[in-house]
Structures are given as structure tokens and as C-alpha cells.
């Protein structure tokens, strides 16, 4: 935040031209309220972000994360004062589990407060876990979804092979983060090098652009350590999946069935206009 405060002063940005996100929930200090989503730390949080990031507002502010000592009632009545301050134009969230999500949005409908408009979760192909509640939740709910994490770590980038387990230059050499399938993730990589050979870009390039292709998804969180990466990174907005190149890559990325997913589907089979 200090980085980011000081590089909008430095280079002249007009504020009005960016949107600028936080989170609150994690560890800030020593002592019982220098972590969580009390009422306490919300405001603590914010008031310190906005003394590094040298601004007024934030114009969203995600919980990260579950609090299991704070109720979500206080939580939700929380982040709707923090709005009404100013100090907060929008709230989201990250990482809570489907039911979580729908029961604060509940709570804040039935109060007037104000609600989350965004999700941020883990959404890779190596990782498509959100496919079951998350997505279908944020398509009913109208809340915009961006993945964090959609090389899974650096994992999906391609550096990482069968033959090849340690990039040498990666976190994930010593911070196997997020945890994968890595068996069926190196199937994955191995359709995609065949694809990205077709399109003459980098495997990172099509799991960057098979996250961009998904319904519902609004923009993705990236990383990179070197230049080469960043232009990979921004170069896989170019990228355009055919039908067939989808095609294969869900084939072989594929969530395998799961109750009570696998029993909507064939109950609902009757219901389906062909």
C-alpha cells in the first residue's frame, strides 16, 4: 500500500482514473484486535490503509477471509458503516464458502445495509472448484467475480513439467501453494502447449485466456516477477480460444462429478428444453 500511495503521487495519477481495492481480515499486529473482521479491526484497517495508500477512499474493500469469532451480522453492519463514512465506496469478498456468502447477503437485504457487489476467489485450470456454488451464486446474485491465482501459483505457467518439477526461479519451488491435482495437472499443461503452439503464445498465455473466456468473470488478479512475464501476462488479452481449443481444454480440466451436483443434473435432464 505505502508502494502503491507513493507511485500515485510520484507519476502524477489523477485519482478519479483508477480504482483502488483493499482487504481487511488478516494479522496487522500484535493483541486480540490486530486480526479478524470485528467492528474494531474494520476500522482500524482502514483508517491505516488509507494512511499508506496517502487517499481518502477505497473504492473496494474485500474481507479475506472467513472470522469463526465474529458473527456475520456484526461483520455485515461493519462494513455498511464503513461505507456510510465515505472512507469505503463498495464491499466484497473473498474466500467465504457459497452458503456464507448467501447468508450476509441476507442479512444485509433484510437491514437495508449495503451488500458485496464483488468476489475474489481461487479460479484456475488446475483449480475450477468454484464451478459448483461459487459461479452459479455470483451469476444469480449479479456479483462480479476475479480469480486470484489463475496460473495456480506459477504451477499452469509451463515451467513446471513431469520432467521438470522445480522452475528454480518460482515460490512454488519452496511454497507448494495452492495445492493441486499435479498428475492431472501436468495432462492440462500438456493440451495447452499443444495449443498455444497453434496460436504461437505461451501456455501461460492460454490458461490466462481460458480464465478470461468463462462466463462471469469480470477481470484477474496477476503476478510476475520479470518483465517477460508481465508482457505474457498482458499479451494473453489477444488471445482468442477457438470452440475446439475450449473443447479440449475442459475435456481434460474437467471437475469430476459430485453429489448433489451429479443428482441436479439428471433430475433436472426433464427440464431442459432441447
Same mark, same amino acid.
Given at each position: ?8 503521487k510520484?507519476?502524477?495519477?489523477n +485519482?478519479?482514473?483508477?480504482v ?6 488478516s494479522?496487522?499486529?500484535?493483541g486480540?484486535n490486530?486480526?479478524?473482521?470485528s +467492528?474494531?479491526h474494520i ?12 487517499l481518502?477512499h477505497?473504492d ?28 469505503v465506496?463498495y464491499i466484497?469478498v ?11 447477503l441476507?442479512?444485509?437485504?433484510k437491514?437495508?445495509w449495503?451488500? $458485496?457487489?464483488?468476489? *475474489?476467489? $481461487?479460479y484456475?485450470?488446475?483449480?475450477r ?10 451469476? %444469480? ?8 491465482s489463475p496460473?495456480?501459483g506459477g504451477?499452469?505457467s509451463?515451467? $513446471?513439467?513431469?520432467h521438470?518439477e522445480?522452475?528454480?526461479d518460482?515460490?512454488?519451488?519452496? $511454497? ?10 501436468? %495432462?492440462?499443461?500438456?493440451?495447452? /502447449? ?5 496460436h504461437?503464445?505461451?501456455? /501461460?498465455e492460454?490458461a490466462?485466456?481460458?480464465?478470461r473466456? *468463462? ?9 510476475a ?5 508481465l508482457?505474457d501476462?498482458?499479451k494473453?488479452?489477444e488471445? *482468442? ?18 453429489y ?6 439428471? *433430475?433436472? /435432464?426433464?427440464r431442459?428444453?432441447?
Open positions: 500500500e505505502k508502494l502503491l500511495g507513493q507511485s500515485i510520484d507519476l502524477g495519477f +485519482r478519479h482514473d483508477l483502488i481495492a483493499t482487504k481487511v481480515r494479522r496487522m499486529g500484535e486480540l490486530n486480526v479478524g473482521l +467492528r474494531y476500522f482500524q484497517s482502514v483508517d491505516e490503509s488509507l494512511a499508506r495508500l496517502q481518502d477505497i473496494i474493500l474485500y474481507v479475506h477471509g472467513v472470522d469463526p469469532k465474529t458473527p456475520i451480522e456484526e461483520i455485515m453492519r461493519s462494513l455498511n458503516d464503513i461505507v456510510q463514512t465515505g472512507k465506496r466484497a473473498c474466500n467465504w464458502p457459497a452458503w456464507m456468502v448467501m447468508k450476509a441476507g442479512i444485509a437485504e437491514n437495508g449495503h451488500k $458485496f457487489v464483488g468476489m *475474489q476467489y $481461487f484456475s485450470l488446475a483449480g472448484d468454484i464451478e459448483r456454488e461459487i459461479l452459479p451464486l455470483a451469476a %444469480d446474485q449479479n456479483l462480479a467475480v476475479m480469480p486470484w496460473l495456480a504451477f499452469m509451463g515451467k $513446471f513439467t513431469r521438470n522445480k522452475a528454480g518460482s515460490r512454488r519451488d519452496t $511454497f507448494d501453494f495452492p495445492p493441486v491435482n499435479k498428475e492431472k495437472a501436468y %495432462d492440462i499443461i500438456d493440451v495447452m /502447449a499443444e495449443i498455444g503452439k497453434e504461437k503464445v505461451s501456455v /501461460a492460454i490466462l485466456a481460458w480464465v473466456h *468463462q462466463k462471469g468473470i469480470t477481470s484477474t488478479i496477476i503476478g516477477k520479470k518483465v517477460d512475464q508482457n501476462n498482458i494473453s488479452t488471445v *482468442q480460444l477457438s470452440v475446439d481449443d475450449l473443447k479440449k481444454i475442459d475435456e481434460v480440466s474437467a471437475l469430476p462429478p459430485e448433489p451436483g451429479w443428482m441436479l443434473e439428471r *433430475q433436472s /435432464a426433464d431442459v428444453l432441447k
